[in-house]
């Protein structure tokens, strides 16, 4: 059963740091592109970062280049995303995403449950 079980969030201070967590079972986590997405109220779900299977390559919305930092643990199957600098248009609920392509068919992409980041001003 793929399981992707989000951590970490809660309420911070605009300027403070979290760092949420993202520990996936099922599958091979370690073939997986992995994601961090985000979803405020009343707004459509962004991409915040992503990193491929192996770490080397990281990319980020502009929003929050500079201040959040995607890795992965492939021993540990978890991703993780440090935030640092939080504003208050960061609230949102975070949620990890694990893709991988499968050749001619429909993807293989699974989600966890998210969790509420929220950052008083």
């Known amino acids: 059963q793929v399981q992707l079980v989000e951590s970490g969030g809660g309420l911070v201070q605009a300027g403070g740091s979290l760092r949420l967590s993202c520990a996936a079972s099922?599958?091979?986590?370690?073939?997986?592109?992995m994601s961090w997405y985000r979803q405020a109220p009343g707004k459509e779900r962004e991409l915040v970062a992503r990193?491929?299977?192996?770490?080397?390559?990281?990319n980020y919305a502009d929003s929050v280049k500079g201040r959040f930092t995607i890795s992965r643990d492939n021993g540990k199957n978890t991703v993780y995303l440090q935030m640092n600098s939080l504003k208050p248009e960061d609230t949102a609920v975070y949620s990890c995403?694990?893709?991988?392509?499968?050749?001619?068919?429909?993807?293989?992409?699974?989600w966890g449950q998210g969790t509420q980041v929220t950052v008083s001003s």
């Open positions: 990193i491929t299977s192996t770490g080397g390559n990281t």
């Open positions: 099922g599958f091979t986590f370690s073939n997986y592109v």
């Open positions: 995403n694990a893709w991988r392509p499968r050749g001619l068919n429909i993807p293989y992409d699974y």
